[in-house]
């Protein structure tokens, strides 16, 4: 499964207590500690934290491979958590992080303003951006450019029960006056940017509803087998079409832009600008069905992430 986080949060579970240097190291050549940090300019070794599911590790076997082009000597650090490698990149034991637009904005600005704080993401990326820029500057990051791939929230049924009821976009789903079941993370119900925005926005009528993930099995399962409607999934989810679901259009630009983005330390940016060229390159050539290609090569055909990863940028002439 690509997409093992929701929305906003966009995490999969913390492992609590684990002391952060002892995290095993996973993708090419890896450290044991994320203390090797380079910002010594001139190449050397460029640590990268990812979170440990799919995706983010493609993304990070990806970065790896343009900056190893770039005369780097890449470490990858997988955890199980987004605030352990922010943590550490303020520390400046790792360099560079693959990351989401709005669910990145949203966690510093909740680790500067409070678990209450007001959000800053929106529907308008270039918005969203300059707020993820005034942010990241504050803990001594910089967000590079994003890729248009982007892996937003989403909301799925089945092909038949798309073709059969003319439903391609949220509209029309809201459109067809019908009660729905819905299958989504167990806090979907009082989330905006889930079932309060599809009967506020979208004027869907949720008759049951059911707490099984955020693009989990269970969830694509329940939609799959008739149990629910509608399943709330990850756009660049690699199994959905092996599964014969497709993604209905928010044709109102209700959620909020999840592009992949490269962050990057102050630190490690001033000391070795040519890394900025190697990932902007990456980001102005992914696509989003770019990597659901991707991610269903590793979930659906097992293939491994850096293979993937390095066969695409080969195909791409990007290393």
Known sequence: ????????????????????????ACGGGGTDALDEGS???GGGTVVIGHQNYTEMEIMAEMYAAVLENAGFDPRLQGVDD???YVTAMTKGDVDVAPEYLSSMTEYLNREANGPDAEPLASPDAEQTLSELDKLAGEQ?????????AEDANAFAVTQEFSESN???TLSDLGGLGKPVGLAAAQDCPERPDC???LESVYGLKISTFEPLGFGTAQTKEAVTSGEVEVGQVG???GQLDTLGLVVLEDDKNWQNPENLVPVVTD???EANPEAEEALNELSSTLTTDDLKELNGKVDNERQLAEDVAREYLTEKGLI
Not at 4 to 24: E, F
Not at 140 to 148: I, M
């Open 82 to 84: 987004r605030g352990l």
């Open 166 to 168: 003319d439903v391609t």
């Open 39 to 41: 910002g010594d300019g």
């Open 267 to 269: 630190e490690f940016l």
């Open 140 to 148: 001594g990051l910089t967000p590079l450019e994003p890729a248009e």
């Open 235 to 237: 756009t660049t989810d």
């Open 1 to 24: 499964m690509s997409t093992l986080r929701w929305s906003v949060g966009r995490t999969v579970a913390t492992v609590a207590a684990a002391p952060l240097l002892l995290l095993a």
């Open 195 to 197: 079932q309060l925005g």
